[in-house]
């Protein structure tokens, strides 16, 4: 939609290769288009309705017809930046993964010797006011960490699916 925030980038694929063939701005910025035309709203219902009363031509005909060599080339330099900036994109994101995974593994260690803690006071001290807090806060802090492993663990299947969806 107009209203969305972000900008719309459309690739035709033509004969295995890829073509650019719109590029409009987020509305927030202008909306303005990169590549395309702005007097058009619909530029793939442009196109569909230019093959259907056209059965001869083909999408590459369109392409050569409605926009200069200077715009494709132009909407060239714009997908490989984009390319480019999926590409780091994702390496950030596998780091973001990382660093859960290793938080996720820290957190996993101290909740066990917190457990572990919690144990040996149990068993050292005499039922005591003062060795009852200590263990009901040392459970406490495991279970808070055992949540914040939960939520890491979490995030790493977010990273995943991110991942996934700007490959995919």
């Not at 714009?78 to 957190?107: E, F, H, P």
């Not at 005591?128 to 263990?135: A, C, L, M, Q, V």
Request: with cysteine.
């Amino acid at each position: 939609s107009k209203a969305d925030g972000h900008g719309h980038f459309i690739l035709l694929e033509v004969d295995g290769e890829l073509h650019p063939f719109s590029d409009r701005n987020p509305v927030s910025t202008g909306g303005q288009h990169e590549f395309g035309t702005d007097r058009r709203d619909t530029p793939l219902s442009d196109l569909e309705d230019y093959l259907k009363s056209n059965p001869q031509k083909t999408a590459s005909d369109y392409l050569s017809e409605n926009f200069s060599p200077a715009e494709r080339q132009s909407a060239n330099a714009v997908y490989i930046s984009n390319s480019s900036n999926v590409a780091d994109l994702t390496v950030r994101v596998r780091q973001i993964k990382q660093v859960a995974k290793g938080q996720m593994t820290l957190a996993r260690h101290t909740t066990a010797n917190l457990f572990s803690s919690q144990r040996q006071i149990a068993q050292l001290t005499r039922p005591s006011r003062s060795g009852d807090e200590i263990t009901l806060e040392l459970i406490n802090a495991a279970k808070a960490l055992d949540d914040f492993s939960y939520a890491l663990n979490h995030l790493c299947d977010a990273c995943d699916m991110f991942i996934f969806d700007l490959e995919g």
